[in-house]
């Protein structure tokens, strides 16, 4: 098998998994517990928000354990409008992920919230390379704005948005700001002391922990109110019994990723630009989607036009390559991507799209077998 699709998950490495075993196995207690048995577990939740903390900056007090980005994003969302309840606007992109855009619908949608007035929505759009416009940012923002949500790396493009400009409007115009940082986390750098944003979410089996375990990282100042409301954990900002086993892995895994960030570019993007130029040169009809250079160092987003995405993945898997044709959150849904129809909608780019998202494990006999690959199921679909 080859895996180029780490924007949707990664594989658990050995030693994160040496890490979380013995909270399986020997040291199960609950840290909630008074006796030593559990009560000596609370030590290694405590390093493990160091360690995540380290990866961006933060402080460990900012650090909130949750489930997933999904959860991250959305208890984001949900803190900054319940310190706004008398403003019910959202400012966000056409191009966000599905946990925030379908939260923000569902707060639209939502009846028995709406005391103050029903919400509005702002979806920014992009150009056809993915970017966005901070003019369009500037005007959309209102007295009446809440919060603004847009990302730091686009799931399909890998796209990066200005975030260093976009926090700074924020703060100039006194609006909350929430980054969803899941695909950003362990491949650019972040440090949230140097940027003032006010929420920002990761998830862990996006840089080599396991499925289940997320972040938000809640800046020291910013309102937040529990979204899961429980016990006294996470210093009574999520209930519930923490998974000590998977918050060590996130803290492991954090760990080595900050370790390996420095010569992250250096490993990975050649490869991309590799497999990049390898399509593009010589399969016709293909065409990138996303900024030439504004992108994260491992995705590569392209269309095949004249060819369904499907089709070529089917053909893919059966040599044992892994892409996907967006977000693994909507693979079961037949509509078209909606990041690739926000950036161009007179194309039918988004039904003929497949991306590839590399790692540092790849290899260059990797990206051969790829181009190889692709370049028969095509010319089969073609012929």
């Known amino acids: 098998m080859i895996y180029f699709d780490h924007n949707a998950t990664t594989a658990v490495l050995p030693e994160v998994l040496?890490?979380?075993?013995?909270?399986?196995?020997?040291k199960w207690g609950n840290p909630s517990s008074s006796y030593k048995f559990g009560a000596q577990i609370k030590g290694v939740i405590e390093t493990a928000r160091e360690q995540v903390a380290e990866l961006i900056g933060a402080q460990p007090r900012e650090i909130v354990f949750?489930?997933?980005?999904?959860?991250?994003?959305?208890?984001?969302?949900h803190a900054a409008l319940k310190a706004n309840p008398g403003k019910r606007h959202i400012v966000t992109s056409a191009v966000?992920?599905?946990?925030?855009?379908?939260?923000?619908?569902?707060?639209?949608?939502?009846?028995?919230?709406h005391e103050n007035?029903?919400?509005?929505?702002?979806?920014?759009?992009v150009d056809r390379d993915g970017l966005l416009k901070l003019a369009d940012l500037e005007n959309a923002i209102t007295e009446e704005t809440a919060v603004v949500s847009l990302m730091w790396a686009n799931n399909e493009t890998g796209v990066l948005f200005p975030l260093a400009e976009i926090a700074q409007i924020c703060a100039a115009r006194g609006v909350l700001f929430h980054c969803d940082a899941v695909q950003a986390a362990g491949k650019v750098s972040i440090n949230v002391r140097s940027l003032p944003v006010d929420y920002l979410s990761l998830t862990g089996h996006k840089f080599h922990a396991p499925k289940g375990i997320g972040a938000l990282n809640v800046r020291r100042k910013a309102p937040f109110?529990?979204?899961i409301h429980g016990g006294h954990q996470e210093n009574n900002?999520?209930?519930?019994?923490?998974?000590?086993a998977l918050i060590v892995a996130l803290g492991k895994a954090a760990e080595l990723a900050r370790k390996h960030l420095p010569g992250y570019d250096e490993a990975v993007r050649p490869l991309r630009d590799a497999l990049e130029a390898g399509i593009l040169s010589s399969i016709p009809n293909t065409e990138l989607n996303g900024h030439k250079t504004e992108r994260l160092a491992n995705t590569t987003n392209i269309t095949f036009h004249g060819i369904e995405s499907e089709s070529l993945l089917?053909?893919?898997?059966?040599?044992?390559?892994?892409?996907?044709?967006?977000?693994?959150?909507?693979?079961?849904?037949?509509?078209p991507s909606h990041i690739i129809k926000a950036m161009k909608p007179d194309s039918s780019a988004?039904?003929?799209?497949?991306?590839?998202?590399?790692?540092?494990t790849n290899t260059a006999a990797d990206i051969k077998k790829v181009l190889n690959g692709v370049a028969g199921a095509v010319k089969m679909l073609r012929g």
């Open 237 to 244: 900002r999520r209930g519930g019994t923490e998974n000590v």
């Open 18 to 26: 040496e890490a979380m075993m013995p909270y399986l196995t020997s």
């Open 66 to 77: 949750t489930s997933c980005g999904t959860e991250s994003n959305n208890a984001a969302i």
């Open 314 to 335: 089917i053909l893919l898997d059966q040599e044992g390559i892994c892409a996907s044709s967006g977000s693994a959150c909507l693979a079961d849904s037949d509509k």
């Open 117 to 125: 007035g029903r919400y509005r929505i702002t979806y920014l759009p």
């Open 96 to 113: 966000e992920h599905s946990s925030v855009l379908n939260y923000c619908r569902a707060v639209q949608s939502n009846h028995e919230i």
């Open 225 to 227: 109110a529990p979204y």
């Open 350 to 360: 988004s039904r003929h799209m497949l991306r590839f998202s590399l790692d540092s």
